[in-house]
């Protein structure tokens, strides 16, 4: 879902639940259990945790190490993946996050919990993650405009590659309702740019129709509010490393 630690509206660790947390491939794949998770959840729970990281691996880059924790035993290497500040003050370590209320249910008990409540949470929870689906940063890299990934790192970042990073602005939150929508464009130093615009497509027209699979529309840009942000090799902006 959104950040964790990160930004002046992120959220921490909610201890009633199970987070998988994936970080660079050189890095073990985290499943973090909270500390008040409901004795009937945490069976499941880790259960259907341990099933989606196969898919991580197999799908997402995601380490082949896996290494459980309970809350309260992270150690410092968990705790960079969020920051490279390191571990946040105690006081900001866990908490109840109030928007998953509604996501966290006793599924001990669920037969007891009447059938429609059950199904609006269900639905809910399928919006949400719809919706986190779509405001994810996703890379494309040259000439696979039509193909993406939500997962990577600064491996990614290959000196013969042209790539293209899209994240959506969160104009729905108060505040931000005037913030640009972010297109980071990165060349390597090693990508020649004549030779691949004469035997696939251009730069300019790979990036056109990148931006029109992002957003779904034709000419985005006379639509959107979108800044185009060109970063140089070797002198990215800490903007753009955030996302890596």
Request: include cysteine.
């Amino acid at each position: 879902m959104e950040n964790l630690y990160q930004g002046e509206k992120s959220k921490r660790l909610d201890s009633r639940a199970v987070f998988i947390v994936q970080g660079p491939s050189t890095l073990p794949l985290y499943i973090w259990v909270g500390a008040n998770v409901l004795p009937g959840n945490k069976g499941p729970y880790t259960d259907a945790a341990n099933k989606y990281t196969g898919l991580l691996q197999k799908n997402e880059k995601a380490s082949s190490t896996v290494k459980v924790i309970a809350q309260g035993e992270e150690d410092d290497q968990f705790w960079t993946l969020f920051s490279s500040s390191g571990k946040p003050e105690s006081s900001e370590l866990y908490g109840n996050v109030a928007e998953w209320d509604n996501l966290i249910i006793d599924l001990a008990n669920i037969n007891h919990v009447k059938q429609p409540p059950l199904i609006n949470q269900m639905a809910d929870y399928r919006n949400i993650v719809e919706e986190e689906k779509k405001m994810k940063p996703r890379l494309y890299t040259y000439p696979n405009w039509n193909e993406s990934s939500t997962v990577f790192d600064f491996e990614d970042l290959q000196e013969d590659s042209f790539l293209i990073l899209c994240v959506r602005a969160r104009i729905d939150e108060p505040g931000h309702e005037h913030d640009q929508h972010q297109v980071f464009v990165w060349k390597g130093s090693d990508f020649d740019e004549e030779e691949a615009s004469n035997e696939v497509i251009s730069t300019d027209e790979f990036t056109q129709r990148v931006l029109e699979q992002y957003w779904g529309c034709k000419n985005p840009q006379d639509q959107f509010n979108l800044l185009v942000q060109n970063e140089p090799f070797g002198a990215e902006s800490e903007e753009f490393n955030e996302f890596f």
